[in-house]
């Protein structure tokens, strides 16, 4: 089938989903949702795999005379995001199924979401599709709204809410960011299409439009000082919708960073430097506030923002590179960026499934008050195991081959530019040495605390594994994650395609130069192989003999102490409290504690209560909006309930229109 026709059928399923979907029996909603997100995927994925292959789509809609053509690109890059949405959309709806099983009460409720869910796919599609301003606008406000009322599906809490307010509040900010930089590009060039943008670029200064751009693209995507509404709404969202929206949502600010800096033309050494160092500083401070938050789905919120750092490194190596026409470092830094973000989408969705299977067990959010989970639920603690592995960067899963491009990038930029970008190279090296590390502790510390030890609390209900529908999209991520790790030269090589696609100065690249980093790849990916193999022998090996003696299970020995007790264990706040004080400047710690003085010999009973704020948001955004909301209170005389205080207005308003009108003023 023409590519044109696929689209317009993933239209119309999408739409006669939307219309159907309130209209069946309850039982059937979630998986009707889901079948009608794989027929979407389906009908978008194959004009996206033939893009991969070399077929663009190129389509003009018939517009206005002030619209003018609305033109649908598919190429390599919207492919590339496309197949990333589809896959993640139809593992988080597979998720859903099983997950939103409690929520069976209330009808209407998931009536909405599962209809919301169907939209919110389509609009990420289109958003990835359309290269027309005001048609890329729409789509992208309906991508907001739709995702807002899927964060607050517990609408009934206050706090859930609050976040979904503030998302609101913060996705349209973006939005007027994206509108005045269209404005800019349609007054200076005369159209709406996306070329226009590169036209622009090629007469203008480009550093202040594409500052336009990240800011709008930068608020989705979660770079600091822009990332304040993810740790909110992440924790609020059910766990199916936390999935998608760190796995996919976030991932379109990327591609519009990625779509824009393909087109610019000068000051690309510049832009490369600034975004490498906001990037740097985004995955610092996003790790260092995971280590330190016990709520686990905030605690994967905070890594969502390091992985986007991550990515935006990667970005700002390809602009560096671009910037001294080397040719190696654009292409490892933009495949680098590409690939960790599939990765990302994979590892991050399957551990916001797994931490939703331990809050549908135990419904808390705070690791505290849990510990031992690896007995009632040893499926679940296995696949949190192997994502935090892989989002720690470690070998043999995919996390480990992204992250290693772009550590060679840095590698190459340190040997082949000029000694005072070098430095830049150097640090930003060492900086994601930090950010690997700080990753290993803060898993270390969440898998420990979580699924490890006893139980710190006596919970309402026996934990146990949940069911079929909520493990099996978790198996198939890491089948996916496996495959990147074991096979990274084929993947590579894709990226690679895909740049040779979407890059304006492709035909200057020899892209044949680039055949020893794929037998690198294909090395790593042997060597994976090998250390898999390796652990799956130990194990069975381990258990092979294991299982011939009998298990003793007896308490561990406490250095003599006979009467252990459950808060004698580790938790998540004494595991990264050094590091917390360390890095107080930057992870604010509020607590309610009179510390005990070192000459205080018989110290009184005390209580005790803490909790983590984000650095910007006390620091700054809480400021401005209470200095605001002191400056409106001001005018509050004018909302006093007179009626005869209305009428005036009502008569002061007239008369302006009248005498403005009179003398020519409007």
């Known amino acids: 089938m023409d590519n044109f026709w696929l689209i317009v059928s993933s239209a119309i399923l999408a739409g006669f989903g939307i219309v159907s979907i309130p209209l069946l029996p309850l039982k059937i909603k979630a998986f009707s949702n889901f079948l009608f997100v794989l027929l979407v995927a389906i009908t978008t994925s194959i004009p996206a795999i033939n893009a991969l292959l070399g077929n663009t789509t190129d389509i003009l809609l018939p517009g206005s005379a002030f619209f003018g053509e609305i033109p649908i690109r598919i190429d390599a890059l919207s492919a590339w995001f496309i197949l990333i949405i589809n896959l993640t959309c139809i593992n988080g709806a597979f998720y859903g199924i099983g997950y939103m099983k409690p929520y069976s009460e209330q009808k209407a409720n998931l009536s909405l979401h599962w209809t919301l869910f169907l939209v919110f796919q389509t609009s990420m ?79 203008n200064y480009n550093a202040w439009l594409f500052l336009l751009f990240f800011i709008g693209f930068g608020i989705k995507a979660g770079f600091i000082p822009l990332h304040s509404w993810l740790p909110h709404a992440h924790p609020a969202a059910p766990s199916h919708i936390s999935g998608v929206m760190s796995g996919v949502i976030v991932k379109l600010g990327i591609y519009g960073i990625i779509r824009v800096a393909l087109m610019l033309k000068s000051e690309l050494t510049l832009i490369g430097e600034l975004l490498l160092i906001i990037s740097i500083l985004t995955g610092l401070f996003g ?224 892209f044949q130069d680039f055949n020893p980093m794929l037998s690198l790849m294909g090395n790593v990916g042997k060597y994976s192989m090998l250390f898999l193999v390796l652990l799956v022998f130990i194990y069975f090996f381990r258990n092979y003999f294991v299982k011939r003696h009998p298990i003793q299970k007896t308490e561990t020995w406490g ?90 207005y009502g008569i002061f308003f007239i008369l302006m229109v009248f005498f403005g009108t009179l003398f020519n003023l409007i």
């Open 559 to 648: 250095c003599g102490y006979v009467a252990p007790n459950v808060q004698m264990q580790y938790s998540g706040k004494s595991f990264s409290k050094s590091l917390g004080k360390l890095m107080g400047i930057v992870v604010n710690e509020k607590k309610k504690y009179i510390e005990i003085e070192a000459g205080e010999i018989f110290p009184q009973t005390r209580s005790h209560n803490s909790h983590f704020v984000d650095f910007f948001e006390n620091s700054i955004v809480d400021k401005v909006t209470k200095w605001l909301l002191k400056f409106l209170n001001y005018f509050q005389f004018i909302q006093n309930g007179k009626v005869q205080m209305y009428v005036i």
């Open 125 to 203: 599609l289109w958003v990835c599709m359309l290269q027309h301003s005001l048609a890329f606008l729409i789509a992208w406000e309906i991508m907001s709204l739709s995702s807002l009322f899927l964060v607050i599906f517990e609408h009934e809490k206050k706090e859930t809410l609050k976040a979904g307010i503030n998302y609101m509040v913060q996705m349209h900010i973006g939005v007027a960011f994206l509108t005045v930089a269209f404005i800019g590009v349609y007054f200076s060039q005369g159209s709406f299409d996306f070329n226009a943008i590169a036209d622009y670029f090629g007469t």
């Open 287 to 510: 790790i260092l506030n995971a280590s330190v938050h016990r709520d686990f789905k905030k605690m994967l919120a905070y890594c969502t923002i390091e992985n986007i750092g991550i990515i935006g490194a990667g970005i700002g190596l390809f602009l560096i590179g671009a910037g001294f026409n080397n040719s190696m470092l654009m292409v490892i830094g933009l495949s680098g960026a590409l690939l960790h973000t599939l990765n990302h989408s994979l590892f991050k969705s399957l551990l916001f499934f797994s931490v939703g299977s331990v809050y549908k067990q135990t419904h808390t959010r705070d690791m505290e008050k849990l510990g031992g989970l690896i007995h009632q639920m040893p499926q679940t603690a296995g696949l949190f195991l192997i994502g935090s592995v892989a989002i720690g960067g470690l070998p043999p899963l995919n996390g480990f081959i992204s992250e290693f491009l772009i550590y060679i990038g840095f590698l190459e930029g340190i040997n082949t530019i000029g000694i005072s970008h070098s430095t830049l190279m150097i640090l930003s090296l060492a900086s994601l040495a930090f950010i690997g590390g700080l990753s290993l502790l803060t898993f270390t510390k969440t898998f420990g605390t979580i699924f490890l030890g006893n139980p710190r609390q006596e919970l309402h209900i026996q934990p146990s594994e949940v069911s079929l529908w909520m493990r099996a999209p978790q198996y198939f991520i890491v089948a996916i994650m496996l495959s990147i790790g074991l096979f990274p030269q084929f993947y590579f090589s894709v990226t690679l395609q895909l740049i040779q696609s979407v890059l304006p100065a492709s035909s200057q690249i020899n």
